[in-house]
């Protein structure tokens, strides 16, 4: 079956835009996370969502990222101002409930020039 | 911080037994054992998980020592395609309100070599 996608596979972008990363999940799927993997490290939590509410966003650096998942499906990260430091592949996965074993989409690069 | 530690890097020969091991000293009784793999510019991807028993699914087996302390992940036959970062993580089973986030560290590069 499918599994997950992320849109688009790379962004690049000037320092100060705002960006949109999309995360379709598995079908069925009511457990969501994004996750942010910088080069050489390991992918690091950014925010959990059950169903359409974000149950956990203890891993957002700051106010400048926010994600939302209007009807429980697919999952959009939105980053404003964006800034150097934020270039990184950001990871998305999703599992049948909030216990279950994740399945990661292949990422989005973010490149921010 | 990671709960786990890894050997940095690891090689085997193609066609042998990968064996990658993984310190866990301090799980405790409600922490699963979960490994997954990230070859070059894809997705972290699953590839087995356990508790406290042996596991094998069609890709690899694990193997948790009898304390839960430290665990083995085996590739039985290794090919180039298996060449990637291993990470070995655990994660609670139930935590009643939390969220069940993986915490990843810096894994282990195997590298399988023709």
């Known amino acids: 079956g499918a599994g997950v996608s992320q849109t688009p596979s790379n962004k690049v972008t000037e320092k100060g835009k705002y960006v949109e990363l999309r995360c379709d999940p598995i079908?069925?799927?009511?457990?969501l996370y994004w996750y942010r993997q910088s080069l050489g490290q390991g992918p690091e939590f950014l925010i959990y969502f059950q169903g359409t509410g974000a149950a956990d966003d203890s891993g957002l650096p700051n106010d400048r990222f926010f994600a939302v998942r209007p009807e429980g499906s697919v999952s959009t990260l939105k980053i404003q101002r964006t800034e150097r430091g934020d270039s990184a592949v950001y990871l998305c996965?999703?599992?049948?409930?909030?216990?279950?074993?994740?399945?990661f989409g292949p990422g989005t690069r973010l490149t921010v020039l | 911080d990671a709960k786990t530690t890894q050997p940095t890097s690891m090689d085997c020969a193609e066609g042998r037994a990968a064996n990658l091991p993984c310190n866990h000293s301090?799980?405790?009784?409600?922490?699963?054992v979960y490994w997954y793999r990230q070859i070059h510019s894809q997705g972290p991807q699953y590839i087995i998980h356990g508790l406290k028993n042996n596991e094998t699914n069609e890709m690899a087996s694990l193997i948790i020592t009898e304390d839960r302390k430290s665990s083995t992940l085996i590739l039985p036959h290794a090919t180039l395609r298996d060449t990637a970062v291993y990470y070995c993580?655990?994660?609670?089973?139930?935590?009643?309100?939390?969220?069940?986030?993986?915490?990843f560290g810096k894994g282990t590069k195997l590298s399988v070599i023709p």
């Open positions: 079908s069925g799927h009511t457990a």
């Open positions: 301090t799980i405790s009784g409600n922490e699963y």
């Open positions: 996965a999703s599992s049948i409930s909030t216990a279950d074993t994740q399945y």
């Open positions: 993580i655990v994660r609670v089973v139930y935590s009643g309100a939390g969220s069940y986030q993986l915490t």
